[in-house]
């Protein structure tokens, strides 16, 4: 009975989560994004069998998987895997800092503080916490909330005949008809060039009356000055002295 109870405290004091295996994948799954749930992230830090890891003069690849069904809540953080060439510290990305870029520091810090680490763990987390910023990590795909706007655009052509207007555009020393008005600009061509020789008639006409009628007026001026001096209006009367003269000359004439 007192076997039974420390065992059923002992099971309850523990995440059951916390200690399956990870299943990692180098890939996600065809249509599959990193949730942070269904999938998380993990780095996996790569590192030299016979190294000290206190010294930490060495570079760390990093490469990236993917954990699917990982554990919940704020347990087993990062996990110890020893090979034969090379040690290696994995560490996954909680559903908290889906979308932060400096999770890693954070994740190896509360790593570092829980009670389950070991000492060359520990050694590991602190060596990629000074060496992380010429560290280089692979970069990871999340689920971002997006919004499409699908813009739908008519496009409506409209060919009309141009017949009153005629548009040109200057381009250097001359000008350039559009082909929908030549028509119409020759046809106005035409008729200005039918009306001009009238407009040079009609003037020609009162240019040749004008000079008709000034030259009929100085002539009739011309006329009038020679009538009035050949055929006066009144005869002028004698003089005095004159009449007298010739009475007296007819009467010495006649004595």
Request: aromatic share 10%; with cysteine.
């Amino acid at each position: 009975m007192y076997w039974w109870t420390l065992w059923i405290c002992g099971v309850s004091a523990f995440d059951y989560n916390s200690y399956k295996s990870w299943n990692l994948k180098d890939h996600l799954p065809p249509g599959e994004e990193e949730d942070g749930k269904k999938f998380q992230t993990v780095y996996v830090f790569i590192f030299p069998k016979w190294k000290q890891y206190s010294n930490c003069d060495f570079p760390i690849p990093v490469s990236l998987k993917y954990i699917e069904n990982p554990p919940n809540g704020d347990v087993d953080l990062c996990r110890t895997s020893f090979g034969k060439d090379s040690n290696e510290l994995r560490c996954r990305r909680r559903l908290q800092f889906l979308h932060e870029k400096e999770w890693v520091q954070q994740t190896l810090v509360d790593y570092k503080n829980s009670t389950s680490i070991s000492r060359l763990g520990g050694e590991m987390a602190d060596c990629i916490i000074n060496r992380m910023e010429v560290m280089v990590f692979p970069t990871t795909t999340t689920t971002t909330t997006t919004t499409t706007t699908t813009t739908t655009t008519t496009t409506t052509t409209t060919t009309t005949t141009p017949t009153t207007t005629a548009m040109t555009t200057e381009e250097g020393d001359g000008k350039e008809l559009q082909v929908g008005d030549k028509k119409e600009v020759k046809e106005k061509k035409k008729g200005s060039n039918k009306a001009f020789p009238i407009v040079v008639g009609v003037l020609a006409v009162v240019i040749v009356l004008l000079i008709v009628v000034i030259l009929s007026v100085m002539y009739m001026k011309k006329r009038k000055k020679r009538s009035g001096s050949t055929f006066p209006g009144k005869m002028k009367e004698p003089t005095k002295g004159t009449n007298q003269n010739k009475s007296i000359q007819s009467g010495t004439g006649e004595k």
